[in-house]
């Protein structure tokens, strides 16, 4: 049996009391914003019985859509208040992209896998996300076309923080992503404080895939 938009929407309405703001995300925009977004439509048919699940998925490619948790915190990190231009560097499926689709004004999202890049696209323009756009590059260097963006979110794991990323925050900007080796990492939120200032904080630790690309990790 298929499940009815109703059954998806009680399932999406569980996961944010019992996975998100049952662990202390508490920005209203944010939990709105996962309350509308159907993560259904961007798991593969085979796997969205899962979509609601408190877990990252595959998505083909060897990559995956991050745990609900990890994009409801990521996102809260980032304190959208509505008017920004953001990055998102590592599209994969475009979840992550719709939730920031919701909260700002403006987005730009890289992709290295074409395929990826491509499916993204057209989920989003299915949802009529169409301030959301996808860009096919190695996301470690930035989007320089838009820069400077308010705000920039990596979904992929960094040996270090890309210093093209850096510069391409506006100021005031918050870059927010995972650091560490290729299996664990913790999540760091750095703010451009002036010209060649930054402020950095420390959070929880995570698991991510890695960030392959100029500033991240070399391709195996
Ligand atoms: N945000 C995604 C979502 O909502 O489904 C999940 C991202 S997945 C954990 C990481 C993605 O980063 C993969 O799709 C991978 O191909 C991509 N990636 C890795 N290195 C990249 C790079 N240098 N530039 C752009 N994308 C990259």
Sequence with gaps: MTP????????????VREQIEARGVRDPR??????????????????????????????GHGQTISQPYIVARMTELLGLQGDEKVLEVGTGSGYQAAILGHLAREVHTLERVPELAAQAAERLARLGL?????????????????????????????????????????????LVLPVGDRYQQVLERWTRTGPDRYHREVFEPVAFVPLIGDQGWPAA
């Design 4 to 15: 009815n938009e109703e059954s998806w929407r009680a399932a999406r309405e569980r996961m």
């Design 30 to 59: 944010v939990l709105a914003a996962l309350r509308a977004v159907p993560r259904h439509v961007f798991v593969p048919p085979e796997k969205r019985a899962w979509a609601y699940a408190d877990g990252p998925l595959p998505i």
């Design 130 to 174: 169409d301030h959301v756009q996808v860009h096919v590059a190695d996301g470690s260097l930035g989007w320089p076309p838009a820069a400077p963006y308010d705000a920039i979110l990596v979904a992929a794991a960094a040996p270090e923080v890309p210093r093209a990323l850096l510069a391409q925050l506006a100021p005031g900007g918050r």
